[in-house]
């Protein structure tokens, strides 16, 4: 397996201006955070990186992500994580309401709590996702990104499988990119 790592930066600004008879400026609002994956198979480091860009997927269509299987790095090489991290999509589609969901498959679905670690409040239903939004021309895509430094467990045959399912807006232009950090240990 090639060495990996990763590292991750997010930057929001949100700014208040007042102007009043009182007191005029700005009053800003922020979050930043970076932080870099070493690899490793400790918490905070990753071993594995998967990526994938969809196009020309289906509307009303589950792509599904084998987390302890059939998955391939670009080199070939099998990706199986014991853990996930990261996990970040960004929807492409560029039509109104073309929305994604991830979250875990309602069959060995990967990611819902269990022992207080996961992605998703529930394996299946109403809280067993996130809507990705779509993509607007004019402002950009639309994104997720979960994070946990610690690892979720991926369990093999129970627990492994990440879907992405595609809203049921009409046409086969649904795409998206997904960016998959663990370990595997």
Do not use: C
């Not at 949100?14 to 918490?43: C, K, M, Y």
């Not at 999509?89 to 109104?96: D, V």
């Amino acid at each position: 397996m090639p060495t990996s790592r990763g590292r991750v930066v997010i930057d929001i600004l949100g700014e208040q201006l007042l102007s009043n008879a009182v007191a005029a400026g700005v009053i800003p609002a922020r979050i930043v955070e970076a932080v870099d994956l070493s690899n490793g198979t400790a918490d905070g480091s990753i071993d594995l990186v998967y990526s994938d860009a969809k196009s020309s997927i289906a509307a009303s269509t589950t792509t599904q992500y084998d987390l302890a299987g059939s998955m391939t790095n670009a080199l070939g090489q099998a990706v199986v994580f014991a853990e996930v991290v990261l996990i970040a999509i960004r929807n492409t589609r560029q039509t109104a309401l073309a929305y994604l969901t991830i979250g875990p498959h309602s069959s060995n679905g990967f990611g819902a709590i269990s022992g207080s670690k996961g992605f998703w409040n529930a394996a299946t239903g109403s809280g067993g996702g996130n809507v990705v939004p779509p993509a607007l021309a004019s402002i950009g895509n639309g994104w997720l990104v979960l994070y946990d430094p610690t690892g979720v467990p991926v369990t093999a045959g129970t627990g492994d499988i990440l879907s992405v399912v595609t809203s049921g807006v009409t046409g086969s232009t649904n795409s998206w990119d997904i960016l998959i950090l663990g370990r595997s240990a």
